[in-house]
């Protein structure tokens, strides 16, 4: 399933870096490394983000990158925090993934080559149509009101609230 195009999108004025794998078990837990790592699940609403309300933006956790923006949220009734696009669309990669016996289109991160989760085309039709379900143990979550303070604000444009 195709990246569907989106409107222009800031480009990010920091360089993000991919930290290694020995860095990453050091500063996460180990169900973040699991899930991005390793290509771990996480257990359906088993984490605060799928239900979080607040303004702002998710980025890896492994890197730091921009990815989704609370704008594009949508509570899919999956359990897990659910988007119809990242912040841009270069910013993912698509792989085709048959794992547990299904057809799915995983979704990871380019940089950092985090596994994110997948995307699938039963999301909202007048938002684009895609789904894009992801783990919470792959995201940091950056309220609108510290993005600034945190090196986000060329993002803050984006963020409603």
Known sequence: MPIQPSEQRP??????????????KKRLTPQQFAVVRKDHTEEPYSSSYWQEQRPGIYVDIATGEPLFCSNDKFDAGCGW???????????????PDHSLG???????S?????????V??????????LRYCINAAAL???????MQRAGYGYLLPLVDG
């Not at 480009?11 to 020995?22: G, I, L, N």
């Not at 380019?110 to 997948?118: A, E, R, T």
Request: aromatic content about 6%; glycine content about 8%.
């Open 81 to 95: 925090p659910s988007f119809t696009r990242p912040i841009r669309q270069d910013l993912l990669e698509e792989r």
């Open 102 to 108: 299904m057809c799915r289109t995983e979704v990871r």
């Open 11 to 24: 480009k990010q004025p920091v360089r993000y870096t991919r930290p290694s794998d020995a860095q990453l």
């Open 110 to 118: 380019k940089l950092g080559d985090s596994h994110l989760g997948h």
């Open 120 to 129: 699938f085309d039963d999301g909202p039709a007048e938002r684009g149509g």
């Open 140 to 146: 940091r979550f950056i309220p609108k009101s510290e």
